[in-house]
């Protein structure tokens, strides 16, 4: 979809992984803007995909100054 569940949702679904030891992938509308809007601890991971494109549009070819702002803003948002 392009865009990030609401938090409510994020925090329903994290809290029923972590009660049943499943891990939580995010998958939509995960983007270096958006980033902060996540929990800090209990995501397994993240996929993403058109944020790292050019221009945002998926298919479009990868942008490494897009990676990297998407890699520099995980690192400050989780602290790796």
């Known amino acids: 979809t ?9 925090e329903e679904a994290l ?4 009660s049943q030891d499943i891990p939580l992938y995010l ?3 995960v983007s270096a803007a958006s980033m902060r ?3 800090v601890s209990g995501i397994s ?5 058109s944020d790292l494109r050019k221009d945002g ?3 479009a070819p990868v942008e490494p100054r897009r990676v990297l702002r998407w890699m520099k803003a995980a ?3 989780f602290g790796g």
């Open 45 to 49: 991971g993240i996929i993403v995909g």
């Open 75 to 77: 690192a400050a948002h």
């Open 57 to 59: 549009v998926a298919g």
């Open 15 to 18: 809290e029923a992984c972590t």
């Open 37 to 39: 809007e996540l929990p």
């Open 2 to 10: 392009g865009r990030l569940a609401a938090r409510h949702f994020l």
């Open 27 to 29: 998958g939509s509308g």
